[in-house]
């Protein structure tokens, strides 16, 4: 909404031919006249005419102006539970009416969904918070963790959202596992990583699936 105007750079394929925007003459390459933009739609007619003066060939562009109204701040979100050095809004991802953000240094060391957010035992274990919009209003709709919560885990350093399916990396989880779903209750290796699925169902989420690397190793950073 801060542009008010704009030009257009129109480019020939033969030099010999002519071009108007909006009915003024502009050379090849060059940028037109700048073209005010009221709110709204605004037509551009790009017309190139031949080089024997006869054959021509019209272009339109449309350009559409919001007003400053549509573009004013619609929320200001905050974790339910904020705390020191959790880097709520570390990763981030938007589809459609959900809001996924990660917050890789969060400390709870909650399992699953909707546990108990209100301990920080567990430095840098990290959490991913979903939000929903209905009309301009944004809610919070779930507390999410990892099934296996560990110290420097980092769960939430990246985030992946697609319709109903959250992929959510941890890339300090330190099992040694491989595969799916194998065996998440070691912390045998430094910085391994981890990745985990969750599926929503209406309002519910839950983890579908536990994703380690088929050569799991340490320092990996999987999930990163």
């Given at each position: 909404f801060l542009t008010a105007s704009t030009t257009v750079t129109p480019t020939t394929a033969d030099a010999d031919a002519t071009v108007t925007v909006n009915g003024a003459a502009v050379a090849s390459g060059a940028a037109s006249k700048s073209i005010p933009l009221d709110v709204g739609k605004t037509l551009i007619t790009v017309i190139v005419t031949a080089s024997n003066g006869s054959t021509t060939r019209t272009y339109s562009v449309t350009v559409s102006r919001e007003s400053a109204n549509d573009f004013a701040q619609?929320?200001?979100?905050?974790?339910?539970?904020?705390?020191?050095?959790?880097?709520?809004?570390?990763?981030?991802?938007?589809?459609?009416?959900?809001?996924?953000v990660g917050a890789p240094g969060e400390k709870s060391s909650a399992t699953g969904i909707d546990g108990n957010q209100s301990n920080n035992s567990l430095s840098e274990a990290g959490a991913?918070?979903?939000?929903k919009r209905s009309n301009s209003q944004w809610v919070q709709q779930a507390y999410i963790k990892a099934s296996n919560t560990g110290n420097n885990d980092r769960f939430g350093s990246s985030v992946a959202l697609f319709d109903s399916t959250l992929a959510v990396g941890a890339p300090g989880e330190k099992s040694s596992a491989?595969?799916?779903?194998?065996?998440?209750?070691?912390?045998?290796?430094?910085?391994?990583?981890?990745?985990?699925?969750?599926?929503?169902?209406?309002?519910?989420?839950v983890q579908q699936a536990y994703i380690k690397a088929s050569n799991t190793g340490n320092d990996d950073r999987f999930g990163s």
């Open positions: 619609q929320a200001y979100i905050k974790a339910s539970n904020t705390g020191n050095d959790d880097r709520f809004g570390g990763s981030i991802a938007l589809f459609d009416n959900i809001l996924a991913v918070y979903i939000f491989t595969g799916i779903d194998g065996n998440q209750g070691n912390n045998r290796l430094s910085e391994a990583g981890a990745v985990y699925i969750f599926k929503r169902s209406n309002s519910q989420w």
